[in-house]
């Protein structure tokens, strides 16, 4: 069965909503906020970086056209929330997992978005990284902490890359090219996360600084 773009996009946007709010719950039980808190967290870490796409691509955001999105937030949200309640901590594996798995499909989404809509290259890289990262700064944002993706992460650096990969294999075929950036995003963050790789800090004191990804 052939799949049009807006199909592979719809795919992979829920597929990234589903990852992400659990992400977002988490946070937000460390935060020790209540029930509606992290309903709201998990909402919008699910949904922002979609949202600041389609606004970057002055369309209707899809969360708003596609009535399943929230659905999708809120009912994945609300899984995460019974898991956090009855545990009081998520896996480790199980949050990495679902990081890795929610950025690559996000960065995958946002760059064929943007080839899809005819963009440049540069476009491309930069909407692959603003949907993969939008929902965790809007997250981080509420939980009242410096984002991640700016001091610690190589979340944007890998969605980047995958952004890059769907461009160059997008004319072979469109399901494949947007397969290969899910699996680029989602391995060089978990390589990320196995060696501890980040961005080096200028004149910083924590062992960063000769990491470079």
């Not at 807006?6 to 589903?18: H, P, T």
């Amino acid at each position: 069965m052939d799949l049009s773009t807006a199909d592979i996009i719809g795919i992979l946007d829920r597929a990234g909503i589903v990852a992400f709010a659990l992400s977002g719950v988490e946070v937000g039980y460390r935060r020790r906020l209540d029930v509606f808190g992290l309903l709201v967290m998990g909402v919008v870490t699910a949904t922002g970086g979609g949202l600041m796409r389609d606004v970057a691509l002055t369309r209707l955001p899809l969360v708003l056209d596609k009535p399943d999105y929230l659905l999708w937030a809120a009912g994945s949200s609300a899984v995460a929330i019974i898991l956090v309640w009855r545990s009081r901590r998520l896996p480790r594996f199980l949050l990495a997992l679902a990081d890795a798995a929610g950025l690559g499909a996000f960065a995958a989404a946002g760059a064929l978005a943007a080839v899809h809509a005819g963009l440049a290259l540069p476009a491309v890289i930069i909407l692959a990284m603003l949907t993969a990262t939008g929902g965790g700064v809007v997250r981080d944002l509420l939980a009242d902490r410096v984002p991640l993706v700016l001091r610690a992460e190589v979340n944007a650096t890998a969605a980047g890359i995958g952004g890059l990969c769907l461009w160059l294999a997008e004319p072979v075929s469109t399901g494949g090219a947007s397969l290969l950036a899910v699996a680029v995003t989602a391995a060089l963050r978990v390589a990320g996360i196995a060696f501890n790789l980040h961005l080096p800090v200028p004149g910083g004191s924590d062992g960063r600084q000769g990491r470079l990804l």
